[in-house]
Nanobody
Framework: QVQLVESGGGLVQAGGSLRLSCAAS????????MGWFRQAPGKEREFVAA????????SYADSVKGRFTISRDNAKNTVFLQMNSLKPDDTAIYYC?????????????????WGQGTQVTVSS
């Protein structure tokens, strides 16, 4: 169905910023919500942020609230994650995911398509 490709990861020092992008291609759902998740070495995958189809509703993990901003451009089938004030514990592989409904959720089991991830490393 839909292919998701993340980009924008890299190495940044603490306090810096990165902007992740996730481009969708292939067969599209009529409406869909998007989410970002991350997985650090030795840890479980965790929810980061989600955005509704319209962009009118967003949700953030407490650990990133106030620092990260999720947005989307439906005309370009792209979702973004602006990450500011990065901390070493933000280091992880970041994945974008698509859910074939306009509503949002932080439950990764309810997402229907996943990207391959992009590495974000924050140095001390």
């Amino acid at each position: 169905q839909v292919q998701l490709v993340e980009s924008g990861g890299g190495l940044v020092q603490a306090g810096g910023s990165l902007r992740l992008s996730c481009a969708a291609s292939g067969r599209m759902f009529s409406t869909y919500s998007m989410g970002w998740f991350r997985q650090a070495p030795g840890k479980e995958r965790e929810f980061v942020a989600a955005i509704s189809w319209s962009g009118g509703r967003t949700s953030y993990a407490d650990s990133v609230k106030g620092r990260f901003t999720i947005s989307r451009d439906n005309a370009k089938n792209t979702v973004f994650l602006q990450m500011n004030s990065l901390k070493p514990d933000d280091t992880a592989i970041y994945y974008c995911a698509m859910r074939r409904t306009y509503t949002i959720t932080n439950n990764d089991l309810k997402y229907d398509a996943w990207g391959q991830g992009t590495q974000v490393t924050v140095s001390s």
